[in-house]
T-cell receptor, first 111, second 110 residues
């Protein structure tokens, strides 16, 4: 099925651990992005990419790393997890003149 | 600072009512998006606007560039419309930063 696939759906990490959230899309969209959603804060952009090999920071990039080696994949890496990174993470992609397609989200808890 | 503000924060309506959700934004957006987040957490894109008005079924979205204001209307509301509706603006070009409003939680009672 066409769309954005995020894995895992749930994850519990210990403080200091690292992990990668996976995001893949099969719609050949140029633009991909990562967001976090926190109660009372709404959605906030972490990092985005306008094509393979091109990434840029959003509103809250600290503690996260991204790369875009292919059009399809845009993984988000947490380098050293902190409790402040407990959140729900969404990946999204977009073709230039169209709206966003969101993944189903990853609920991350850092203890 | 680029901002997107929504009102109201919470909205309760009776089935069949006409609903309006408002969104105001600061200068410089290239596109305005309306999103719907279901109670289960999934997010769906409803509209992308840069001018004028768009309609899809019972949903209508309008944007007034001069007043920096957009509205989302739901006609003949139904309990299945209960969700959080989020307004978001693209700053720094159409592929640039997306800044979100905090959402409007809509509950439609039968």
């Amino acid at each position: 099925n066409a769309g954005v696939t995020q894995t895992p759906k749930f994850q519990v990490l210990k403080t200091g651990q690292s992990m990668t959230l996976q995001c893949a899309q099969d719609m050949n969209h140029e633009y991909m992005s990562w967001y976090r959603q926190d109660p009372g804060m709404g959605l906030r952009l972490i990092h985005y990419s306008v094509g393979a090999g091109i990434t840029d920071q959003g509103e809250v990039p600290n503690g996260y790393n991204v790369s875009r080696s292919t059009t399809e994949d845009f993984p988000l890496r947490l380098l050293s997890a902190a409790p402040s990174q407990t959140s729900v993470y969404f990946c999204a992609s977009r073709a230039f003149w169209y709206g966003y397609t969101f993944g189903s989200g990853t609920r991350l808890t850092v203890v | 600072k680029n901002e997107v503000e929504q009102s109201p924060q919470n909205l309760t309506a009776q089935e069949g009512e006409f609903i309006t959700i408002n969104c105001s934004y600061s200068v410089g957006i290239s596109a305005l998006h309306w999103l719907q987040q279901h109670p289960g957490g999934g997010i769906v894109s409803l509209f992308m606007l840069s001018s004028g008005k768009k309609k899809h079924g019972r949903l209508i979205a309008t944007i007034n560039i001069q007043e920096k204001h957009s509205s989302l209307h739901i006609t003949a509301s139904h309990p299945r419309d209960s969700a959080v509706y989020i307004c978001a603006g693209n700053y720094g070009g159409s592929q640039g930063n997306l800044i979100f409003g905090k959402g409007t939680k809509l509950s439609v009672k039968p």
